[in-house]
């Protein structure tokens, strides 16, 4: 069974970090590109990040550059995304997703074909 099951949300302080896990089971996770999606409440589906399988290309949200950063572990089929400087704004539901096919990973939910069951994100004083 194709899973993925992501970890590490929780409260944080405004500047404070932390950093998400996206581990894949029934696959194996280099063979796909992988993105990093967030959903507010009352919002649409964002796209944070996303990591391109085999060459490793990466793409970032205006709103997350320079704070976060992606990056893959194929040893233990796992993805990351660690968050800096954080802020209220960054609250949101975090889900990590695997699309196969394409040259590149894209920051368009609708492309990608396995998602988790999400991590929620608070950050707040």
């Known amino acids: 069974q194709l899973q993925l099951v992501e970890s590490g949300g929780g409260l944080v302080q405004p500047g404070g970090s932390l950093r998400l896990s996206c581990t894949a089971s029934g696959f194996i996770l280099d063979f796909y590109h992988i993105g990093w999606f967030r959903q507010a409440p009352g919002k649409g589906r964002e796209g944070v990040s996303c990591i391109s399988s085999s060459v490793g290309g990466t793409n970032y949200a205006d709103s997350v550059k320079g704070r976060f950063t992606i990056s893959r572990d194929n040893a233990k089929n796992t993805v990351y995304l660690q968050m800096n400087s954080l802020e209220p704004v960054d609250t949101a539901n975090y889900y990590c997703?695997?699309?196969?096919?394409?040259?590149?990973?894209?920051?368009?939910?609708?492309?990608?074909?396995?998602w988790g069951q999400g991590t929620q994100v608070t950050v707040s004083s």
């Open positions: 997703a695997a699309m196969l096919g394409g040259p590149m990973c894209v920051m368009e939910g609708y492309e990608y074909n396995y």
